[in-house]
């Protein structure tokens, strides 16, 4: 059974970090390029940052650049969004979402992903 499970999301002060997770299970993993997604209460969904299949290219939206970072592990079949700086406006439901995508390529706000988690509640505030 084909699954995407995000978690790490929690409450976090302006300035801080965190971690989140992808767990990826019941597909070839490694055939797929991961984007990360959020949605803001009474915002349309929009895209975060994305890694290539083989983790050689990444590529992020001008409002989490120089703060995002996304990796992957493809043993693991994971892939992490690591959050520093982060700022109220950072608050959102965060997914991850998979697209079968084997070039040394991703784009951030993919709009036909394949495969979708269930998201994780990032909340930033003091």
């Known amino acids: 059974q084909l699954q995407l499970v995000e978690s790490g999301g929690g409450l976090v002060q302006p300035g801080g970090s965190l971690r989140l997770s992808c767990a990826a299970s019941g597909f070839a993993f490694d055939h797929y390029a991961i984007g990360w997604f959020r949605q803001a209460p009474g915002a349309e969904r929009e895209g975060v940052g994305c890694?290539?299949?083989?983790?050689?290219?990444?590529s992020y939206v001008g409002s989490v650049k120089g703060r995002f970072t996304v990796s992957r592990d493809n043993a693991k079949n994971m892939v992490y969004l690591q959050m520093n700086s982060l700022r109220p406006e950072d608050t959102a439901i965060y997914y991850c979402?998979?697209?079968?995508?084997?070039?040394?390529?991703?784009?951030?706000?993919?709009?036909?992903?394949?495969?979708w988690g269930k998201g994780t509640q990032v909340t930033v505030s003091s």
């Open positions: 979402a998979a697209k079968p995508f084997r070039i040394k390529a991703c784009v951030p706000n993919w709009e036909d992903m394949d495969y």
């Open positions: 890694i290539s299949n083989s983790g050689d290219y990444t």
